[in-house]
């Protein structure tokens, strides 16, 4: 299977993909429990007529039913009270008097209680936390079948159960096993649906605020900053909480069946909502314009998700190569039909080190920057040419004009069979045919053509600007005027201007996706292959040099001009920004951009390490 770098997108028919790792994603989740220090406990009390009512840190216990004793009821006044007074029992602990058992039963009708530290189990191996995956992205072409899912784990979890045999209170307590490898640990599976869901902006951690912050900063040049939601729509690729099924669960042994319920049922459902409030449950965030798109470089309009893995459906399967796939699309086209990828995105080596590639057809960004340049560059070289002549007494006189063309342009770049674009132009003129007399010749005949041609290149490439290699769009015009002087049926005719004018567009791009570039031009003037000496010469009775010279020397003007603006002005109307999708939940930069082999743009995505 090929590396990206060897394909191209527009055999997919997809503008832009971010593809992030499912390992880089599983990789953020397990630096977010390795950071969590938070101990959640929940002491569930039962009526005996199965009303029961949930006690956890800084609830609310005014809502508690009438059918508990007044002393209960009595500590729900005061919030933090009823918890604190179950707390201080020490239940939890392997020491639990039996006189504060049989306390929690009668005064405050405790029947259970679930205390956990959130983070992988203390049971795992080095080896094994490395390779456990907290999630599971199932391979699918369509986003509204797509899922997770999701292996929960904690650090140390425990449960008692207090029940009444004969009289006779017991507290009966379950706990992780604190040795004994991935095999022994309380592992809970629950598959979720995935999609994309509306977000407001003022509700994003701060550092996705800054990106988007940054994309809207354009819109708001010269004037106070605006509503952020009133000019971009964020959608965040979240997991769906409501869409929950358990595909696995442990079996707690020697408590009740009740009591396993509530761990599974209650406490994870506790421990989603802590995930979803900390912003765990979002793998990606696309952003896409109301308004103002036309003064970006490129915008998102329309975008969905595909998950593939290389290896899915062999026996070699392996779910941390599984990529995590945003496309996009711009303007008005509709997203095509889906397709599985058939490269790789990661290497083996970049797994671990690279969090995944950000990848630009080169059909978006080329035709968009070609026809710029056409219409702001090379129209400066969109050139017209006249040519007449005169008899004289003795001999022809020449004239040469060049002007700025009028009219429409109609020529296009147009793709080629390498993958590169070509644009050409081209005017000629001819004078009409002069009858003269040139000693020893009483009668003869002359006219002369003239031809001016432009033809451009542009591919993707690189330069180096103080000692720095950047990937770059070339643009390699080649600049011609060709003239024709016929004297009596003969010619003298040839090039008598000849240059490759190789302007280039070096991408800089910035952690923020922001990008810049390193203009850079070079002219390189080709031998002329007209021959001034012969017919020419001789019908013009010596005067065809300065016509030739006038005519180049003006040509050179516009060339010297054409220079300045393209390093100065070219696409300096344009916002360059590039960071419209934001795959993952965590701050990430870019890196390493260039283009691949089939000429698409692409930067591969690093996370910061927090």
Known sequence: MENFRSGRLSDYNYELVASVSGEEVNGKLKEYFDKADAVKKVYVLDDGNSNYYQVEEGKD?????????????????????????????QLFSKEASEENVRKAYDDYYLAYGIYAEYGLPQCFSDEEIEAFQILEFLETLDVNQSYVLYNLCFRNISVFEIGENHRKVSLKMACQPQTGGIKKAWRFQYRFNMNFRQAMFGKLPVPVQERVQNLAAPLWEGTENGDVDDIFDISNLVMILNS????????????SEKASDFVTGVFVHHFFDKLERDEQTVFGRVITPKTGEEKYLFTPKKFTLTVDNPTFGTPSYDSAQTMLNYIVMCGDK??????KFSWRWLEASERGKLGGVMEINRDLLFARVCEQFKREILSRLRLEVNAWMEKQTV???????????SGYDAAQFLLQPDGSYQYCYSHEKSSETVYGWIPPIFAASGSLAAKYSVACNARGGEITVDNV????????????GWLDVVYDGGHSKGTIYDADLIFSLGIALDDYGNISFKKTFELKENKTTMDKSGWAEFA?????DSTVDGFTNYLKKWIGEFNGFAKS?????????MCWVMPGNSTFTYRDEGFTK??????MIKYVQE
């Open 540 to 544: 013009s009775v010596g005067g065809i």
């Open 334 to 339: 509709n997203i095509p039909p889906l397709k």
């Open 61 to 89: 216990c005014s809502d508690l039913p009438s059918t508990y004793p007044d002393n209960v009821a009595a500590l729900t006044k005061q919030k933090g009270a009823l918890y604190n007074a179950l707390d201080g029992l």
């Open 598 to 603: 089939g000429h698409d743009f692409y930067a």
């Open 395 to 405: 001999g022809f006189t020449y004239w040469l004009g060049i002007q700025s063309a």
């Open 569 to 577: 002005g070219f696409l300096n109307n344009f916002y360059t920004k």
């Open 469 to 480: 290699k950047y990937p770059a769009l070339i643009f390699d015009a080649r600049v011609v």
């Open 244 to 255: 929950r099924t358990a595909t696995t669960t442990p079996v707690i042994e020697g408590l």
